[in-house]
């Protein structure tokens, strides 16, 4: 069965750092381009950064360049999001998901292009 698990949200003061990880079962990571997203209240789902499957090509959301650094570990089959610096309108539910072309990656990095999704992990920056 595939899946994607996302973990590592919680509370967080401004300013404050973490990581969010999304570990793949029924399948192998590698094999797609995978994306991090996140969807605030009332708000649509955006793409927050997303990597190709070899690693060579990232994107980043203007909003969290700088301060959001998406990577892989291929041999625990995870895809991390490090998140630092992190302000109120950060505050949302994270997803990730794997890419429904597989390896193939434009650099579009919107959920439309993206299935099997996460359960999400929510990520609350509040002092």
């Known amino acids: 069965q595939v899946q994607l698990m996302e973990s590592g949200g919680g509370l967080v003061q401004p300013g404050g750092s973490l990581r969010l990880s999304c570990t793949a079962s029924g399948f192998t990571l590698d094999d797609y381009t995978i994306g991090w997203f996140r969807q605030a209240p009332g708000k649509e789902r955006e793409g927050v950064s997303c990597?190709?499957?070899?690693?060579?090509?990232?994107n980043y959301a203007d909003s969290v360049k700088g301060r959001f650094t998406i990577s892989r570990d291929t041999a625990k089959n995870t895809v991390y999001l490090e998140m630092e610096s992190l302000t109120p309108e950060d505050t949302a539910v994270y997803y990730c998901?794997?890419?429904?072309?597989?390896?193939?990656?434009?650099?579009?990095?919107?959920?439309?292009?993206?299935?099997?999704w996460g359960q999400g992990t929510q990520v609350t920056v509040s002092s």
């Open positions: 998901a794997s890419s429904l072309w597989g390896r193939f990656y434009d650099g579009r990095c919107s959920p439309s292009r993206f299935g099997s």
């Open positions: 990597m190709s499957s070899g690693g060579d090509k990232e």
